[in-house]
């Protein structure tokens, strides 16, 4: 059979790449080799380069295997504690105390009550409006974001919100997108060589920069439109659950429109415009009634955060 130009063998590479990528996604490494076998056998790729393809699938398929709750937890501790490199904890047992108490309380109320950890609550020392979720049910809010709550319906909106994060399992989707793209990258420009050692080697340990990889999303890009939608969502049945005030939520979402710069640091930079996630709690909250508030909530979120 002839062979097919330098060119044209690279542009069936790259379509290889491509169902590669498309079948990862759907999580099926079996697909991406036949994929591989189909080019080999049609002739556009020899025997040489199917098996470094067929290496670099392996590999891949090490790197994206199902992280289990102990990992997911190891890799939470991680990026709390880098997060705690940029911004102080609070010292201040009684509100951090009440903060658990709160938070402990809506995770057992969520989709996911239990992980390998636990949940843990923690207030950062910073007038910075912000919080988040670290993988495994590590969340930290600032002293900056509490002080915008004017009721403990607010505060519990924003730590449901959080938990909701934890729950989707948000900041470990961050590690599988950019690795990805990372590894298929690799693929894509070292496989005309075959690639050997070194470059399996920067396959495999990919993983390693998933810590980054979260704590970049965390504090730089931020999540989706789409995966903060879901934690809004997520976050109101966990109050309505609880007894909170469901509307607390765009409530608070409304004072931050007030406050934040749009080019000022923390929430602002990381999340999607609040007024847009408002138009879209909105119409999941009509006609439903306001839960009865107890005076004793107020007076408990007034001694420990005021």
Avoid at 30 to 49: L, P, Q, W
Wanted: charged share 25%; glycine share 8%.
């Amino acid at each position: 059979m002839k062979r097919l130009s330098t060119k044209t063998s690279w542009l069936i590479l790259t379509l290889v790449l491509a169902a590669v990528a498309v079948f990862w996604l759907a999580g099926c490494a079996s697909v991406a080799k036949f994929a591989t076998d189909v080019a080999e056998a049609t002739g556009n790729i020899n025997e040489e380069e199917a098996e470094s393809l067929h290496r670099g699938i392996d590999a891949i398929d090490l790197t994206f295997k199902g992280i289990t709750p102990e990992q997911e937890y190891y890799i939470g501790r991680a990026v709390a504690a880098q997060l705690l490199n940029d911004y102080k904890p609070l010292k201040d047992h009684k509100r951090n105390r009440y903060l658990n108490e709160i938070g402990q309380t809506l995770s057992m109320a969520s989709d996911r009550p239990e992980t390998f950890g636990g949940y843990h609550f923690l207030m950062l020392d910073t007038d910075e409006i912000n919080a988040f979720a670290a993988p495994g049910g590590l969340i930290l809010i600032s002293r900056g974001m509490v002080d915008l709550c004017e009721t403990e319906d607010e505060l519990a909106a924003v730590l449901a919100h959080e938990v909701g994060h934890v729950v989707g399992k948000h900041g470990l989707r961050a590690i599988k997108n950019s690795r990805l793209t990372s590894a298929l990258t690799i693929l894509a420009t070292e496989g005309a060589r075959n690639f050997g050692g070194k470059d399996l080697k920067q396959l495999v340990t990919d993983y390693e920069g998933s810590i980054d990889d979260i704590t970049s999303t965390l504090v730089v890009s931020g999540y989706s439109r789409g995966l903060e939608d879901e934690a809004d969502v997520a976050a109101i049945t966990i109050l309505e659950r609880v007894g909170y005030n469901p509307r607390a939520l765009p409530r608070m979402l409304e004072e931050m429109k007030k406050r934040l710069k749009p080019d000022g640091p923390g929430f602002a930079r990381t999340h999607p415009d609040p007024q847009d996630r408002v138009e879209t709690i909105n119409p999941t909250l009509a006609g439903k009634p306001d839960p009865v508030v107890p005076a004793v909530r107020q007076e408990r979120f007034v001694w420990a955060v005021r």
